[in-house]
């Protein structure tokens, strides 16, 4: 669904780094057909260096590209205000890229059993400055194809290489669903909602109490927004 997705709405080519999955990976790929390039690598680490090889070989093959996107797979980007190209020609003429915040989906008890997380889950953190909103407060960038085409990404948020300011569209695109780490975000959401915190436990140790520890949360639509 997320390559669909990002076709549909605009996107041109996928670029995959395979870091040497075991399960259909490939076959999903393939059904894709010229629209995706793949390369498998053995460390995630090594993603970055894999991308500018991926855009060389897909303009080696199609021609020179506009704008290179990062996300995972559990992250879609998606403008309900407009179609990508709308969005991307809002970028100044001076900008490197595009930088956009995430919204965060979380698992919660109000969720569908059925279907995968990015369908069921319909409750969100505000924003990053939610307590519940612990990690991915970094969001996710789309940089102009000539300066990736001769420069290797520092990171998956926005590279600090980058002379001068990113574009920064007024709301948040990218919608995050945590798919690949889905049990860790879900003991942290009730880890976070239901643990209670005794600071002087923690003073008596001489140990700071854990950030995650610091609030409790109710599930509610006071904290969350559809």
């Known amino acids: 669904l997320n390559l669909a997705h990002h076709l549909a709405w605009g996107f041109d080519h996928a670029a995959i780094a395979d870091n040497e999955s075991t ?12 629209a995706v390039t793949a390369e498998t690598i053995a460390d995630p680490n090594d993603r970055f260096s894999a991308l500018r090889r991926l855009v060389h070989r ?9 704008w290179v996107a990062v996300s995972d797979t559990d992250e879609f980007w ?16 001076n900008a490197i890229g595009l930088y956009s915040d995430q919204k965060l989906f979380l698992p919660t ?9 990015y369908v069921r889950r319909t409750w969100r953190t505000t924003g990053p400055s939610s307590p519940l909103h612990t990690s991915y407060r970094s969001g996710k960038s789309i940089y102009r194809a000539s300066w990736v085409r001769e420069h290797e990404l520092t ?15 007024p709301r948040a ?47 509610d639509r006071e904290k969350y927004t559809v």
């Not at 008890?109 to 997380?117: E, F, I, K, M, V």
């Open 78 to 93: 998606w403008d309900a205000g407009g179609t990508l190209r709308d969005l991307m020609s809002r970028v100044p003429a």
């Open 173 to 219: 695109l990218v919608h995050h669903y945590m798919i690949n780490d889905e049990n860790k975000g879900e003991n942290k959401a009730v880890e976070i909602t239901h643990d209670e915190v005794d600071v002087e436990e923690y003073a008596k140790r001489g140990e700071k109490v854990p950030h995650a520890r610091r609030y409790r949360i109710r599930m």
């Open 109 to 117: 008890a109000l969720d569908p059993s059925d279907g995968p997380p």
């Open 23 to 34: 399960d259909a990976t490939r076959e999903v790929l393939d059904a894709f057909g010229d």
């Open 58 to 66: 897909i303009e080696a093959r199609h021609g020179q590209a506009q």
């Open 155 to 169: 990171g998956p948020h926005w590279c600090v290489a980058v002379r001068g300011a990113a574009y920064r569209p």
